[in-house]
């Protein structure tokens, strides 16, 4: 979808169209590239093809000899009511043919051909025990459904989308804040506290880790949401960088005009600020959300032992810790834990990239 | 009595005490919007850290808080005597080496080909790049442990199909480094629009100057490219450096926390936690929080000293 919106770039350039041999050659080099960067990307990617390949899969059927790489069951064919195995069969003439085994014998079986109207019965030499069976498209949705159930995805769902909700409103609201008053307040220490606020971007979080806990242990936070979202209500460095450039890239006349008619501080930011910050504040609540939807060490350390308040990112490791051995259900279960983020980012992209360009390298 | 009566008097003008000098009263509002982040960072960053500091010289345990005593620097000195430390120092530092530069190099590839001016379809195709890092990293983790499965994997099927040897990516020591600096390149979509952007600042007369010169494509790259984007890339390696050293999720997720293959994965995040949480030594894995801080931020120091030297400003002096 969001390949369209963006798809005008190329006819841009082949706007500026020049001889008919260059612009051929031209068009060769371009579409080399393409390929280039297409099969990159795609071996790049593989792993998601794995994936959802094996979330549609039998249990077990990596495991058989001979099963294809696709989603597929031993294929079957109705004979006279009833079911019988397909097989892959050298014939003497050269050829290889689709035919339901009817007969297995030892040392020769009878076939038919499941095209053939009139059923004839075909002797086989060789033994059967030696064909490839023939395989059949077959996805498997069970694979869901069980991981579904077993998981209680609704629930998870549910204390995912709320924690990074909660968080993200609580961090988005006290960035803007906060990036308001670095950007348009002459304050004593400004430029220090600023220092000092991208000098905590690069302090561990592990040197207040355990301090932090003892904290929320004592005021009877553990266990609860409280530790995964009240300490996002109050501002990151990353947040309050991305708007205070933002911020400082929006005219002070605009301010000043708002005060001329009796605006205060609030007022200004309200009515001038924000407006005229949509992009930045989205990309800030996106990067937020996301960060929050993913989080796994803060969920592990406070709601390791509160199953039905734990988000996605907890349970999907427990779940794998059981089932490790069934491949089918752990990539099931990955794929609708990624579906909501992935849909969101190819909806958003945009705002996304920009967004990470702008706290990178204004640095 | 008559004092109050004077102060609160006629004598002053009305309202003179509310009425602040305009710089005064910008200042204040500016400490009451700073002020959130200001009570966070006493609350949860100054205050945590003043205390991580203190349980580091101590024997605290959440269980029994009261029996806690002073113990000096003896966590410190278990730390240097402790064979686990030693052995998660050499597994982080082993999968920094290997983990860095191939972060840094195909963040730099992605960009140098998602950025080249006959390339169609840029923006689909970075974002398709940078869709891995939308993926919870639990998620993504599974999805490669399947992918690097000895038995039922595809990499090890494409790589015998093509005659090559296949590794035992996950239970080996020696292949697990390389099986999760692969796993880290689902990782490097803010890296490459970062170089993207640093690419996109070089001016373009310089490449136009270097070609008259006879300058071929590599040289331009090597000596054009790559000292204008220093800067970005010294930014980069930073990020990837503490991200480096802060590991922990996915090799939690791989080794539900052991760290197998015989502690190859056991880096120095899942030694605190292990001490920390599990273990309950709050005191010593306080001291490993602080050995973590200075070991990070001595190399940081290092990278920026060699920055000096090597790294260009095109703005002059910063």
Redesign the interface.
């Known amino acids: 979808m969001t390949a369209i919106a963006q798809a005008g770039s190329p006819s841009r350039s082949l706007a500026d169209r020049s001889p008919v041999g260059r612009s051929y050659r031209r068009f060769l080099g371009r579409s080399s590239i393409l390929m280039f960067a297409l099969v990159v990307i795609s071996a790049y990617l593989l792993p998601l093809l794995y994936m959802v390949t094996t979330a549609f899969q039998q249990p077990g059927q990596s495991t058989m000899p001979g099963a294809p790489v696709w989603p597929a069951a031993p294929q079957t064919a109705e004979y006279q009511g009833q079911s019988y195995p397909v097989y892959s069969v050298p014939m003497p003439d050269g050829t290889t043919r689709q035919l339901i085994l009817v007969e297995p014998g030892r040392e020769s079986s009878v076939f038919i051909d499941p095209t053939d109207a009139s059923r004839t019965r075909i002797e086989w030499q060789g033994r059967w025990r030696t064909l490839e069976g023939a395989w059949t498209f077959a996805p498997l949705v069970d694979n869901f459904t069980t991981a579904w159930n077993q998981l209680n995805f609704p629930r998870l769902l549910r204390n995912t989308a709320l924690i990074a909700l909660l968080s993200t409103i609580g961090a988005v609201a006290s960035s803007i804040l906060v990036a308001y008053g670095f950007a348009r307040f002459r304050f004593r220490g400004k430029n220090a506290l600023f220092v000092i606020l991208i000098a905590t971007i690069i302090l561990p979080f592990q040197v207040t880790l355990l301090p932090q806990y003892v904290l929320f242990t004592w005021i009877g936070w553990n266990g609860t949401w409280l530790p995964l979202i009240i300490p996002h209500c109050f501002a990151n460095a990353y947040n309050v960088f991305l708007l205070r450039q933002y911020f400082l890239s929006i005219p002070r006349e605009l301010d000043e005009a708002a005060m001329i008619d009796g605006a205060g501080p609030f007022r200004v930011l309200r009515s001038v600020i924000v407006p005229q910050s949509v992009a930045a504040i989205t990309a800030v609540a996106l990067f937020h959300f996301f960060f929050a939807w993913n989080d796994f060490f803060v969920p592990l350390l406070y709601l390791a032992s509160k199953p039905e308040l734990q988000p996605l990112s907890i349970a999907i490791q427990q779940y794998n810790a059981l089932y490790a051995t069934q491949p089918t259900l752990i990539q099931a279960s990955a794929l609708m834990t990624m579906a909501v983020p992935i849909i969101v980012f190819l909806l958003a992209q945009r705002a996304f990239m920009r967004g990470v360009v702008v706290t990178g390298v204004e640095k | 009595m008559t004092a109050t009566i004077e102060e609160l008097g006629p004598t002053k003008p009305p309202g003179r005490t509310l009425t602040l000098r305009p710089?005064v009263r910008?200042?204040?509002?500016?400490?009451?919007?700073?002020?959130?982040?200001?009570?966070?960072?006493v609350?949860?960053?100054a205050?945590?850290?003043l205390?991580?500091l203190v349980?580091s010289v101590t024997d605290?345990n959440?269980v029994k808080?009261e029996a806690t005593k002073f113990v000096g620097l003896d966590n410190y000195a278990r730390l240097a005597s402790d064979p686990t430390i030693g052995q998660s120092l050499v597994a982080t530092f082993k999968f920094a080496l290997l983990a860095i530069p191939i972060t840094m190099g195909a963040s730099l590839g992605?960009a140098v080909?998602?950025n080249?001016p006959?390339?169609?379809?840029?923006?689909?195709?970075?974002?398709?790049?940078?869709?891995?890092i939308?993926?919870?990293?639990?998620?993504?983790t599974?999805?490669?442990?399947?992918?690097l499965?000895t038995?039922?994997?595809?990499l090890n099927a494409i790589l015998g199909s093509l005659g090559l040897p296949q590794p035992d990516w996950i239970n080996s020591e020696a292949w697990i480094y390389p099986a999760l600096s692969l796993m880290g390149?689902?990782g490097i979509?803010?890296f490459m629009?970062?170089n993207?952007?640093?690419l996109q600042?070089v001016p373009t007369e310089l490449y136009e100057a270097a070609r008259m010169d006879g300058a071929g494509p590599w040289t331009q790259f090597r000596r054009i490219t790559i000292p204008l984007m220093s800067?970005?890339l010294l930014?980069?390696l930073?990020i990837i450096l503490?991200g480096t050293?802060?590991y922990?999720?996915q090799a939690?997720?791989m080794t539900?926390g052991r760290g197998d293959p015989n502690n190859a994965t056991l880096f120095m995040?899942l030694v605190?936690y292990r001490e920390?949480?599990v273990f309950n030594h709050?005191g010593y894995?306080?001291a490993?929080?602080?050995l973590?801080?200075v070991v990070?931020?001595v190399l940081?120091l290092i990278l920026f000293a060699f920055a000096r030297r090597r790294v260009y400003y095109a703005g002059g002096e910063r």
């Open positions: 710089s910008e200042a204040l509002w500016g400490y009451a919007f700073v002020g959130p982040w200001l009570i966070g960072l609350l949860f960053t205050g945590p850290m205390a991580s349980m605290f959440l808080p992605f080909l998602l080249h006959r390339l169609a379809f840029k923006g689909p195709l970075r974002a398709l790049v940078y869709l891995p939308m993926i919870p990293l639990v998620a993504s599974l999805v490669w442990i399947g992918f499965n038995e039922t994997g595809w390149l689902w979509g803010n629009l970062i993207i952007a640093g600042s800067p970005v930014y980069n930073v503490i050293f802060q922990f999720t939690y997720t539900n995040n605190l920390g949480f709050m894995a306080a490993i929080a602080w973590l801080f990070v931020l940081t």
